[in-house]
């Protein structure tokens, strides 16, 4: 099966940038999205404290990073 074809892909500009970057499978409505490490640390805390307190590189199927968050109320 793999992947949809992609219209487009993250463009490494928009990563180095501003840690972000996303593009269109080639139909609409979906698509893929790479996020540095950091700016997801920056867009966390911003959005109300939110704390990494777990990180797994790769850590879901070998293929997605994984986060978990808390927040201190």
Excluded: N
Excluded at 10 to 24: E, L, N, T, V
Excluded at 25 to 35: F, H, K, L, V, W
Excluded at 60 to 67: C, L
Aim: proline share 4%; charged share 20%.
């Amino acid at each position: 099966m793999g992947c949809p074809k992609l219209a487009g892909e993250p463009s490494s500009r928009d990563i180095a940038a501003g840690g972000y970057g996303y593009a269109d499978y080639a139909g609409p409505g979906y698509g893929i999205s790479a996020i540095t490490r950091e700016r997801m640390s920056e867009l966390a805390a911003s959005a109300g404290g939110w704390k990494e307190v777990l990180f797994l590189e790769r850590g879901w199927d070998q293929h997605h990073d994984v986060y978990a968050l808390t927040v201190e109320q």
